[in-house]
C-alpha cells in the first residue's frame, strides 16, 4: 500500500496507512491545532527574547579578533574558524572567538583558544588546560 504525506497531514491516514474514522480524525485536527499554536508561541517567545542587535558587530568583532593575531605574528599559522554571538537572559552580551587550532597561553600548562570580546571592543583570551 502506497500512501503520502500529505494524506496524513490532512488526517485520512494513520501513520501506519490505515485510514482513520471520523473520531479519530477530529482528534488529529485538534491536537495538529494545538500543537501549531504551541510552536507559534515558542517562536514568538524566540523573537521577544532576542533582544535588541548586537552593539559591536560582527565585522568589527572579526577585526578586532584579526588584529589580535596580526599584532602576535599568528595570522599565518592561526586563523579564525568561529564567531559566535552570545546573550544571556539578563547577562551581559558578548561574543566568542575560536581559533583554527590551540596554541600555548602566555600561562604554563593552558592553551588559547580564542578571545570574549564584550560589547565595549574590550576582549580577553579564553584559555584551556
Known sequence: MT???????IGNLDFDGKKRDSGNIMKSNFTRSLSLVLLLS?????????????ALSAVAAVQIAQ??????????????????????LGGKAYWEVYWS?????????????????????????????
Not at 588584529?67 to 544571556?88: A, H, T, W
Open 3 to 9: 500512501f503520502s504525506l500529505a494524506q496524513i497531514l
Open 101 to 129: 587550532k590551540r596554541f600555548p597561553a602566555n600561562t604554563e600548562g593552558y592553551n588559547e583558544v580564542g578571545l570574549h570580546i564584550k560589547m565595549d571592543g574590550d576582549y580577553t583570551r579564553t584559555v584551556k588546560r
Open 67 to 88: 588584529k589580535d593575531l596580526d599584532d602576535r605574528n599568528l595570522q599565518g599559522s592561526v586563523y579564525i574558524s568561529q564567531l559566535i554571538y552570545k546573550s544571556k
Open 42 to 54: 515558542f517562536l514568538s517567545i524566540g523573537f521577544i527574547l532576542a533582544g535588541p542587535p548586537p
